[in-house]
Structures are given as structure tokens and as C-alpha cells.
């Protein structure tokens, strides 16, 4: 067993509710999604991600799409992987979500650079999908970063990252309009968002 896959190996998921019962004390918990939980590997530029159980195949899936993404410098670079997780680079900054929660301003340059990171990503023949606050870094050098590609291979169409630029450049970007803004508002939006009436919304407004 190598050290990677030993580390891993600490860390205890509930099957049930994928609550977290423990792990090493090599690790620190930075992160929490729908599909895993995120560790960085103390005194090292290295995080972990552990898949919960009913999500173990991602890792691989995960692995590969990152493998086809090696040399963009936008996605973290991969050192290993295994049945149920993947050691990437550790990302030093805020995410958009903690930027927008904490007040921190976001670029029209940052907007122009995750453009340019997708539009790369598409033509080493991948569909970069499933776009949201939370997978997209502006690091401590102010650059721009994205994790969570698993999606990037499905084939249909996902207007996230369109949507997203909607909102920047109609609302966010005007100089009255709060660049702070509450964890629960920005939750609660992103939960209607997913309804098909605000999706309809959305394209309506696009259209014009």
C-alpha cells in the first residue's frame, strides 16, 4: 500500500449518510460536495479527495478527464488515484462563492480567463458542464483556477457558465450593485435557479 493510498484509507465515511467519522491527523478538511470530502495533506501543496462511497467510480472518471486537461495551467495537476480517490494540487485563494460572500471583487479579467480555461478544455474534446461558484478559484497570485471536472464529458448542453456571466455582466458588475452578499441568499438562489421556471427565465433574457 503506498502512502497516498494509506492515507486514504483513514479516512472513515458513514455508508449511511455519508457523514465524516474520521480521519488522519496528516489531514486537514478544506472542502465538502455533493460527491466528496477534500483534505489537504498537511506540510505539503497537495489535497486528497475521497469520494463517498456510492461515488467511488467518479475517481477514476474524474482522473481521466484531469489527464486529458494535463498542461492546462488553469486545472490542478494529478500524482495519483485510486478506487475512491484522487491527490491533486492543493489551491491557495477563494473560491467565487467565498468571494462574493466575503465581498471580494471579481475581475472582468477573471470572467475573460475562465473563459479562455473552458474554451481550452473543449478543444482537447471535452463539454466543460456543471460550472458553479464553488468550483472556480481566484488564487492568492490572483489567478484562475477550476476543480471538479467530472462532468466535463457528458454530452449535453449546460448553460451554468453562461448564466453566470449573465448575472456578472447585467448585475454584479454595475458599480451599485453590492459586491457582498449573504451565504443564504446565495444559496437560496442557487436553489431556484434549478427550477425550470427560472431556467426559462434565464434564456429569455439571454435572447435579447
Known sequence: MDAYQQLASTVNISNKNNRLLSYDDSL????????????????????????????????KEETEIYLKLKGISYFPTIYAFGENYIVMDYIQGRTLFECVNDGVAIKESHVREIDY???????RGLNPSDIHLRNLFITTND??????????????????????????????????????????????????????????????????
Open 28 to 59: 486537514t478538511l478544506i472542502g465538502t460536495g455533493r460527491s466528496a470530502y477534500v483534505f489537504r495533506i498537511k506540510e505539503s501543496d497537495q489535497a486528497i479527495k475521497i469520494l463517498f462511497p456510492e461515488f467511488r467510480h467518479i475517481a
Open 117 to 123: 480555461a473552458l474554451a481550452l478544455a473543449a478543444e
Open 143 to 208: 489567478e484562475v483556477k477550476l476543480i471538479d471536472v467530472a462532468r466535463f464529458n457528458q454530452t449535453k448542453n449546460c448553460s451554468q457558465w453562461d448564466d453566470l456571466k449573465y448575472v456578472y455582466h447585467r448585475f454584479y458588475s454595475k458599480r451599485m450593485f453590492p459586491k457582498k452578499i449573504p451565504t443564504l441568499i446565495l444559496n437560496t438562489f442557487a436553489y431556484f435557479y434549478r427550477k425550470p421556471i427560472i431556467t426559462k427565465a434565464f434564456n429569455s433574457a439571454k435572447a435579447k
